[in-house]
């Protein structure tokens, strides 16, 4: 039995002794929820306060359709922060977010510092707007392809976070010139919840031309998202529209993505599609998601994730892509 068996028959008994069930909402990569506990393992160290979180994951296969890998796997993430309150209340925090994918190791390093007119944050806080008016994520393993803008900011900048009633105002600038704003709108009414956001962002795309030679792509995006929550389940769409410009070329891409997701007992499922064009040039994508929690910390998840894409006329997509994904795994989180 190898070491990665072994691990993943321990989590799994370490899962099957927790009492009780959980509402487990998120997948692993996700930075903004890590937990299931209703509190992170903590302790005080003077005026400050230490608090760490994290995900373990065994995969029992993921499977990459024909000729591609299937295998087992381990997977895991921390992050781990400390925080304080200053004399005027103001909130002060520092966090230290790594995670270990494939045997790749990345890692988040953020300042934030908050009070009732918001929170100011610096470091690697890219995904703040994205995290906020993006579409509900997938359950389980489920990954849609393609579901976001292709220009990207820089890693590290400044970021702003605020509610003001139902609304939520967020925006990030890097480094290079590149900006990302987002605005979101909640409100519950009767015994539904509405849900919608807008998102902006002017950021860089880098790819190469025919010859192979590096080119940079100025891009600019927008979108909107419009959700509805009914009981267990949550119903979302998401609309976008994105410029490329470079010295040589142009190029437009629309794009919808929508999916449905419904919890019973302990069982959560979810279904997604994607379709887009980059002028005449398709994207689809389509994602199934069941998670099931088994205790508190432990659940089963598992994920089917099928995207194709052609190659584009201009240098943006350079070879035509079609994958089928197949994941199962156990994940435990503290």
């Not at 989590?11 to 937990?35: Q, R």
């Not at 994951?57 to 024909?66: K, P, Q, R, S, V």
């Amino acid at each position: 039995m190898n070491n990665q068996l072994r691990l993943i028959l321990a989590i799994f008994v370490i899962g099957l002794t927790m009492a009780g069930t959980t509402n487990a909402e998120t997948k692993l990569p996700a930075f903004e929820n890590l937990s299931f506990l209703e509190k992170p393992l903590a302790a005080d160290l003077g005026f400050t306060t230490l608090a760490l979180k994290g995900a373990l994951e065994g995969l029992i296969f993921d499977y990459a359709g024909a000729g591609g890998e299937n295998g087992t796997g381990f997977n895991s993430n921390f992050q781990v922060s400390a925080l304080t309150q200053l004399p005027n209340r103001w909130r002060l925090d520092v966090s230290y977010f790594g995670e270990d994918v494939d045997d790749k190791y990345t890692d988040k390093t953020t300042v934030s510092i908050g009070g009732v007119w918001g929170t100011l944050m610096a470091g690697n806080v890219y995904d703040t707007v994205r995290e906020q008016t993006r579409r509900q994520p997938g359950a389980g393993n489920a990954s849609l392809a393609f579901d976001d803008f292709i220009g990207k900011t820089d890693d590290s900048g400044a970021g702003y976070s605020g509610r003001f009633g139902p609304w939520i105002v967020s925006g990030y600038a890097d480094g290079e010139g590149g900006v990302d704003l987002g605005a979101v709108y909640q409100r519950p009414q009767g015994t539904k919840d509405y849900r919608f956001t807008l998102r902006t962002i002017s950021g860089t795309h880098m790819a190469s031309n025919d010859v192979g030679e590096p080119i940079t792509f100025d891009t600019e995006g927008l979108g909107i998202v419009g959700e509805l929550v009914y009981g267990r389940s949550i119903f979302d769409v998401g609309f976008g529209y994105e410029r490329f410009k470079s010295e040589e070329e142009k190029a437009k891409r629309r794009f919808v993505s929508a999916g449905a997701r419904t919890k019973i007992d302990n069982l959560t499922i979810s279904l997604e599609g994607h379709y887009g064009a980059i002028e005449d040039d398709e994207e689809v994508s389509t994602a199934l998601g069941i998670q099931y929690d088994i205790s508190r910390g432990l659940s089963a998840n598992f994920g089917i994730n099928h995207s194709k894409a052609k190659e584009t006329s201009s240098s943006i997509r350079n070879t035509d892509t079609e994958e089928t994904k197949a994941i199962l795994s156990l994940r435990y989180t503290f």
